[in-house]
């Protein structure tokens, strides 16, 4: 039976530059780099070195804490670096592809005759794994040995610029299905679509438990689902999986390969043709977006939407979790005659400020600029309109401040992601830096347990 929420709290940003329907090809070249940095929580172990043929599904590297987990290549090809940082931080694994691809076959499966153990010992092995992430504590899944108590996956997009489920799966519904009730052999599933949704093909036949969320963004987040749906306790686990990354699952399964092909919205105000563009997880953004900038000079270009997306540049690389990459305007140094005071038509303002709230609905070339610096929090009440999870948002910000972790668990830091706090974020009068505040948190309370 399908289960209907609405949310009332929440907000949505009409940016300009959304994508429009059209899909371009990009051509395959030969640049292509796997992020570590895209796989929260999971350290690297390098298994290859400069030299090494790989193919399409060979791994990379495992994680340093749980040698099952795999990240795997993209593409065919040979590694030409290894990048590190400081203290010998990995920050890229860089392949030079092949013109003719080739795929490590896993072989296919039939799901039915799968055990839990096998399905989960499939997706480590093939490096599926890495795009599961559990709650707590937001990161890839620490110990897939652990079965959680449920999984979930959010089949919408609903941030700002993201990508629409309608391009985004065209194509996969039978790839979708197959990595659902993969999933389902594991453990309970749930999947939430928004209205509209109900009557799509990759929505039938699901063995999953299906429930349909409306209202403002972020009714998309897939931790706000759990918590409306099964809200996560002290010691218990649930994996949450992007909706993309079910493809992959359901291509493995069906046709032995790991496939990480995926069409990505290329949009913004900074786009001379906001369009999908159908690529390569790690492909480089110089090839992903030709022609699409005049000059990066005063752009902000970044790997996802503009509120939870990591700033980027043209030598950088498509990141294997990033449904979008946009551009924005930077405009570091404005010119503004009398600042924010000047009353003003062409800005956005939630507490209509501007008095653009009187022209109705319309888009808005937001930039980058934080207009304010940050200072002492007050207790507004602001993030409570914009957050629709059963959590008092600035009381557990302030507990994670203060590195209260007793008072973390009261106020449901384990059912949160930084994501979560992206619109308070953006509406935050004080200007604090919300998302990495949780991520610091998240992180005490994981190295704490």
């Known amino acids: ?35 570590p940095a895209a796989f929260e929580g999971l350290v690297p172990k390098i298994l290859v070195k400069a030299g090494d043929k790989v193919l399409a599904g060979d791994a990379l590297y495992e994680s340093k804490h749980c040698p099952s987990l795999k990240v795997v290549s993209p593409v065919s090809g040979t590694v030409s670096e290894v990048v590190r ?34 399905i989960v010992e499939l997706l480590s092995e093939s490096g599926m794994m890495a795009f599961v992430n559990q709650l707590p504590y937001d990161t890839v899944v620490c110990d897939p040995s652990v079965t959680p108590k449920a999984i979930f996956v959010s089949a919408f997009r609903d941030m700002p610029l993201e990508a629409e489920a309608e391009v985004e799966f065209a194509g996969e519904d039978a790839a979708f299905k197959a990595g659902i009730n993969a999933l389902a052999r594991i453990a309970t599933t749930y999947v939430g679509i928004c209205p509209g949704q109900e009557g799509q093909p990759f929505t039938q036949g699901l ?33 949450t999986v992007d909706p993309m990354a079910v493809i992959f699952i359901g291509r493995l399964v069906t046709t032995g390969k790991a496939d990480f092909s995926r069409r990505i919205a290329v949009a913004g105000s900074e786009m001379k043709s906001p369009c999908y563009v159908k690529t390569i997880i790690g492909q480089s ?39 979008c990459i946009t551009a924005i305007p930077e405009n570091s140094c404005p010119d503004e005659l009398l600042g924010w005071i000047m009353p003003r038509f062409k800005n956005f303002s939630v507490s209509r400020t501007y008095f653009s709230w ?16 940050a200072r002492h929090m007050i207790m507004s009440g602001e993030y409570d309109e914009v957050f629709p999870m059963d959590i008092y948002p600035e ?4 507990a994670i401040i203060a590195q209260d972790i007793d008072k973390m668990e009261q106020l449901g830091i384990y059912e949160v992601s930084p994501k979560d706090f992206a619109l308070a974020e953006f509406v935050c009068s004080s200007k604090q830096p919300l998302q990495a505040i949780v991520r610091s948190g998240l992180d005490m309370l994981k190295k704490e347990n």
Request: aromatic share 6%.
């Open 1 to 35: 039976m399908t289960q209907y929420i609405k949310l009332s709290k929440g907000l949505n940003i009409a940016l300009k530059g959304k994508a429009q329907k059209s899909v371009k090809d990009v051509a395959l070249g030969e640049d292509f780099a796997v992020v």
């Open 85 to 118: 940082g400081e203290r010998r931080k990995v920050l890229l694994v860089k392949i030079s592809a092949d013109k003719e691809q080739k795929q490590k076959d896993f072989g296919k499966k039939d799901i039915e005759k799968m055990s839990a153990g096998d």
């Open 207 to 239: 063995n999953a438990e299906v429930a349909v969320f409306s209202g403002k963004c972020p009714a998309g987040n897939v931790s706000v689902q759990v918590n409306h749906l099964d809200p996560v306790n002290k010691g218990e686990v649930v994996w």
């Open 285 to 323: 953004l110089k090839a992903v977006l030709d022609g699409q900038l005049d000059s990066a000079d005063n752009v902000r270009i970044i790997n996802g939407n503009p509120l939870t997306g990591k700033l980027s540049g043209l030598d950088d690389y498509l990141w294997a979790t990033s449904s």
């Open 358 to 373: 009187l022209q109705g609905k319309k888009e808005y070339a937001l930039d980058a600029r934080i207009k304010g610096e």
């Open 395 to 398: 009381y557990l910000i302030k």
